[in-house]
């Protein structure tokens, strides 16, 4: 039985086709495949989950860099005021804050990287095997997109790594420049500090500008400064990370 008669039917059809029209111009990446109407509005009624997710993807991976921002800001004083590092890593164990926090920081990486895997394998899916080429002639910028997975992958390596000598367990109190020292002592412990900060840099240098597009904040008024600001940050942080990992294990005593 019809729900509705006959020449409301039509008027909703037409509207739906309205929609689907407008939306297969500005952003259908299936414009050209032979799908017919249903399964284009499969698509359609899609498209808001797969904007939340990018959204989600995208200030996951925001937080995360806040999250660099702070660590690397806690760790420069181990390089020349190792006294009032020392104080630094005490007062933050005894903190009530440090375990939510800490469990506010695994649910974000997860989250970001349970999503980068989602949309990757979405991707294939739909069959977008296409390598980028940047009509900017920034050949550095798109090749730190393509390499965004490598990037990441990398980077959850030393993660791995990283968390294993220094979080679990966590150094005792006054020790822990000592242990960070014993860390970087061992050459291979420090070609993977070198090059999961290589990588952290080359995976924000896409990360930052593309989150923003993801967000709808990048706008033809503000996207040199974000570029610039983006890149200027991934410089810093992954300067930073190196120059403490390689002044720790050169120049310091335990
Ligand atoms: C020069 C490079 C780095 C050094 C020397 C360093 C040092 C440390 C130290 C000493 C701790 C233990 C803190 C504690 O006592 O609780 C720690 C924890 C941690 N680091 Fe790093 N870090 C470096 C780079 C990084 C990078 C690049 C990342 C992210 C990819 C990272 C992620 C973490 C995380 C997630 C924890 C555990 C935080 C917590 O749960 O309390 N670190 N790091």
């Avoid at 284009?40 to 995208?58: G, H, K, Q, Y």
Wanted: hydrophobic residues 45%.
């Amino acid at each position: 039985m019809d729900v509705l008669p006959r020449h409301q039917q039509r008027c909703v059809e037409l509207s739906v086709d309205s929609i689907l029209c407008r939306w297969s111009f500005i952003c259908d990446p299936y414009k050209n495949a032979p799908f017919d109407r249903s399964h284009r509005l499969l698509l359609f009624t899609r498209m808001p989950l797969t904007s939340t997710i990018r959204n989600a993807n995208a200030l996951s991976g925001l937080l995360l860099v806040l999250f660099l921002v702070v660590h690397l800001g806690g760790l420069t004083s181990a390089l020349g005021a190792p006294a009032s590092f020392e104080a630094y890593a005490s007062g933050l164990h005894h903190n009530p804050l440090l375990k939510p926090l800490e469990l506010g920081l695994a649910l974000t990486s997860l989250l970001h990287i349970s999503l980068s895997i989602h949309k990757g394998l979405r991707n294939r899916q739909a069959g977008n095997t296409a390598q980028l080429n940047s009509r900017r002639a920034e050949p550095f910028a798109a090749w730190a997109s393509r390499s965004k997975t490598i990037a990441g992958v990398i980077t959850l390596g030393f993660l791995g790594l990283h968390l294993q000598q220094l979080r679990f367990p966590r150094p005792m109190d006054g020790h822990e420049r000592e242990a960070l020292v014993h860390v970087l002592h061992q050459p291979l412990s420090l070609a993977v500090y070198g090059l999961g900060a290589l990588a952290i840099g080359l995976h924000l240098v896409h990360g930052t500008e593309a989150a923003h597009r993801s967000l709808g904040w990048l706008d033809p008024a503000n996207k040199s400064a974000i570029r610039f600001g983006g890149r200027l940050l991934a410089a810093l942080l992954s300067g930073g990370f190196l120059l403490i990992s390689l002044g720790l294990a050169l120049g310091a005593q335990a």
